[in-house]
């Protein structure tokens, strides 16, 4: 499906079918592949198929990326055709895991509010703002639409403006305040005779609309390609020519880190690392009718990669493991005295 492709033009179902097979010719990006496949089948009002392919993806032998965006994914699913124990009981263990991804707090938190329950939205956007909120420092871009959920559901429960509520105004950029966009009152003027409160209304909505057309336009990750330990081996034994690019595992590490850190100092946002594997690598040169072993083929691949949502975000969250894979922490590994070089 094109980008600019009105809505009421997909066949959802369709468009589902497509991205399952499309899975199947790529097993390594079948998550984030499947996961598009299940929106799809959402919206076509088939809930039930894409419960199914939220299980099959939790099923899966191998290890998923984000398994608590799945788990997040499924309940919201779920409590939209009558299973809400199951929608709850999911919840409360996405909760109970603190996932470092600002993305399943927010959808749990939004299942939430959708149905009601505003206390128990309230506190799982401010448990998950606790949690990955570093004081002092401005928010990532993934991590503001807890501040911004926190602020709406706040606002509907008639709750005082807190710091964080406070920061939530100061990141949103739109004409609009986002005390009128979360106005509890607003519902009432939908419902309005009066010409002035319903243009004021639409004025609203196009100001909402185009916060959710900004996040959507956001380019792809600016993405460095890292290769682990045993596939950057595999690859300079394949392909020693390229030796020129990796003289060693560590160097090939601190080159990455550092042209993170210049990139940000420059002011280039939305940055990301992929990871990348000899097989998926050799696919790629074929499909460009190349060899593995020319240089100017590693920055697209890493960008082909982050156009398929291979990309991790960088830095990592507060607490979370390195990206390099070492199992410490990025402030104890790649990301010592990271807080003044970087603008997160």
Known sequence: MRPDTPAENVDHTAEAARLERTAGLYPEDAEALLLRAAAHLELSGDRPAATALYDRLLASPDPLENPHLVRALKA?????????AEARAIIDGVRASAPRDPAPWVIVAEALEAHDELEQAQETFTQAARLLL?????????????????HRVRRMLGLAHDEWDALADTLHSMPVSL???HDPKRVWSLGSDNPAELEAEISRLRAELGAYR????RPFPVAMLRWPADELTELLT??????????SYDEHLATIETSLRELSASGTPN??????TVPSYEAFAASELSSPDDPTLL???????????RAIAWPPQRGAGCWCGSGRGYGECHGVDAGSDTAV
């Open 214 to 217: 900004e996040a959507l336009s």
């Open 299 to 309: 920055p697209q691949y890493a960008t082909t990669l982050a156009a398929r949502g």
């Open 134 to 150: 570093t004081d002092g420092d401005e928010p990532p871009y993934a991590a503001r639409p807890l501040l911004f959920g926190r």
């Open 179 to 181: 005390d009128e966009l």
């Open 271 to 276: 940055l990301g690392i992929v990871t990348g």
């Open 76 to 84: 919201s699913n779920l409590w939209e055709y009558g299973h809400e």
């Open 238 to 247: 394949a392909y020693p020519s390229l030796s020129a690019e990796y003289p």
